[in-house]
């Protein structure tokens, strides 16, 4: 019944790895998301697709890399991993903005990245 | 570029008290809209309630109601009857009804605190 659903929950690697956190929705969504939550809990996005299209790129370095194989799927692959780069990541689902407006966003459960 | 402030990073009420947690915004768009977002010490972000811009009445969904002020860009969450669970970091958000993506911005949050 999960709805938008992450793996790993957790992530311990060292620096200069390359890792991957998966992502998938089942609700059918056409919009998904990547955000990165700091230590501070301060919560920014990362990257916006819109069925299989990048729609959002904030200023992310180049060793983030979002790949959408489907729309109910979006992954974020990172290279190099740094120190800086421990945060929680969140994925998040929504419909595409409609004649009722938008709709509110989905979010995983997170993936505790952490570098050391 | 749009911004969202949140001028208490921690606040505390007494169980079955009421609460208000304040939140400011500043854009030069008319067509918008505002949410609150509960992050519980799970992780999950959850939301709790949404307003239109272009509505006057104010949100409520069961104890939880919205100050929504739009000329003073304020939108206030107000917890009535405050219950333990409602301890959480509440996240006030912005999403523009202007723009063709729907990039969502957050406030920094503020973590609530329910004194038994």
């Known amino acids: 019944d999960t709805a938008v659903s992450q793996t790993p929950k957790y992530l311990v690697t060292q620096m200069g790895n390359d890792k991957s956190i998966k992502c998938e929705q089942n609700?059918?969504?056409?919009?998904m998301y990547w955000y990165k939550q700091d230590s501070k809990k301060f919560l920014k996005i990362m990257f916006s697709?819109?069925?299989?299209?990048?729609?959002i790129n904030e200023t992310v370095p180049n060793r983030f890399s979002p790949k959408s194989p489907d729309k109910a799927h979006l992954n974020l692959h990172i290279n190099s991993l740094e120190l800086g780069d421990s945060a929680v990541y969140f994925c998040a689902s929504s419909q595409e903005r409609g004649l009722a407006g938008i709709y509110e966003q989905y979010f995983g459960p997170g993936t505790r990245l952490t570098v050391t | 570029a749009q911004t969202v402030t949140q001028s208490q990073p921690e606040m505390s009420v007494q169980e079955a008290e009421t609460v208000t947690l304040s939140c400011t915004y500043d854009t030069s768009e008319s067509d918008y809209y505002l949410f609150w977002y509960k992050q519980p010490p799970s992780r999950q972000m959850i939301l709790v309630i949404r307003?239109?811009?272009?509505?006057?009445q104010n949100a409520t969904e069961n104890r939880f109601s919205v100050n929504f002020q739009k000329a003073a860009k304020s939108f206030s969450l107000k917890i009535s009857d405050s219950q333990l669970g409602d301890a959480a970091m509440y996240f006030c958000a912005y999403r523009s009804d202007e723009t063709s993506y729907d990039k969502v911005i957050f406030g920094p949050g503020t973590s609530l605190s329910v004194i038994p």
């Open positions: 697709y819109n069925n299989k299209e990048l729609i």
């Open positions: 307003q239109e811009a272009y509505k006057q």
């Open positions: 609700l059918g969504h056409d919009t």
